[in-house]
Nanobody, 120 residues
Framework: VQLQASGGGLVQPGGSLRLSCAAS????????MGWYRQAPGKQRELVAR???????NYADSVRGRFTISRDNAKNTVNLQMNSLKPEDTSVYYC???????????????WGQGTQVTVSS
């Protein structure tokens, strides 16, 4: 199983970015998908998660600015980030809690991380 993230970059404060992540490989079922971020010297933190029934959960710091969505047919999860602030600068990691046909044990899988920098 692989998670491939894309869409990071440099943006000015107040700007927007869209992150995408595609899961591929021996996948039987994906339960939750989400995005986390980790800034230098800080712990990895939840940004947003979305369940298989499209229920969502957001960090207080991004609620109202970020929107998470998923395409179950394509095994993808997206994060639309608007009104970006310098404090959103971080490496963003996608995550999927899924059942693989290789292990048949529900497990967490992580993407490689994509850098988001918000700066003027």
């Amino acid at each position: 199983v692989q998670l491939q993230a894309s869409g990071g970059g440099l943006v000015q404060p107040g700007g927007s970015l869209r992150l995408s992540c595609a899961a591929s490989g021996s996948i039987f079922r994906i339960n939750d998908m989400g995005w986390y971020r980790q800034a230098p010297g800080k712990q990895r933190e939840l940004v947003a998660r979305i369940g298989s029934g499209d229920s969502t959960n957001y960090a207080d710091s991004v609620r109202g600015r970020f929107t998470i969505s998923r395409d179950n047919a394509k095994n993808t999860v997206n994060l639309q980030m608007n009104s970006l602030k310098p404090e959103d600068t971080s490496v963003y990691y996608c995550n999927a809690y899924l059942l693989s046909t290789t292990t048949w044990v529900p497990s967490n899988y992580w993407g490689q991380g994509t850098q988001v920098t918000v700066s003027s």
